[in-house]
């Protein structure tokens, strides 16, 4: 059964860091171009980040403190956040689809153009 399970949310204080997990099972994570999305409250979905090859996509509100990566032995992709900001506050979605290794990856994201899809993890940034 193809599933992709995201963990690591919670509440943290502005300024500090979390680290996003989604185990995929079901399908081999190193032959798909993978990303992570997120919903704040009242607002739509939006791409934060994907990665196809060796080529990555970071929305603008996050470069310099999100890190997309995957560990293909694991099978489980992770997105590293740092410098933790109020306006982060979302629920996270992990995602997936198969690729060519040279598909363009930010119209992948900003189109939300995957084929899997996880339940997502929230991420509550607070003092």
């Known amino acids: 059964q193809l599933q992709l399970v995201e963990s690591g949310g919670g509440l943290v204080q502005p300024g500090g860091s979390l680290r996003l997990s989604c185990a995929v099972s079901?399908?081999?994570?190193?032959?798909?171009?993978i990303g992570w999305f997120r919903q704040a409250p009242g607002k739509e979905r939006e791409g934060v980040s994907c990665?196809?090859?060796?080529?990555?996509y970071y929305r603008d509100s996050v470069k310099g403190r999100f890190t997309i990566s995957r560990d293909n032995a694991k099978n489980t992709l992770y997105l590293q956040m740092n410098s933790l900001k109020p306006e982060d506050t979302a629920v996270y979605y992990c995602?997936?689809?198969?690729?060519?290794?040279?598909?363009?990856?930010?119209?992948?994201?900003?189109?939300?153009?995957?084929?899997?899809w996880g339940k997502g993890t929230l991420v509550t940034v607070s003092s």
């Open positions: 995602a997936a689809r198969a690729a060519r290794l040279f598909t363009a990856v930010q119209p992948m994201c900003v189109n939300q153009d995957m084929h899997y």
């Open positions: 079901g399908f081999t994570l190193a032959n798909y171009a």
């Open positions: 990665a196809n090859g060796g080529t990555t």
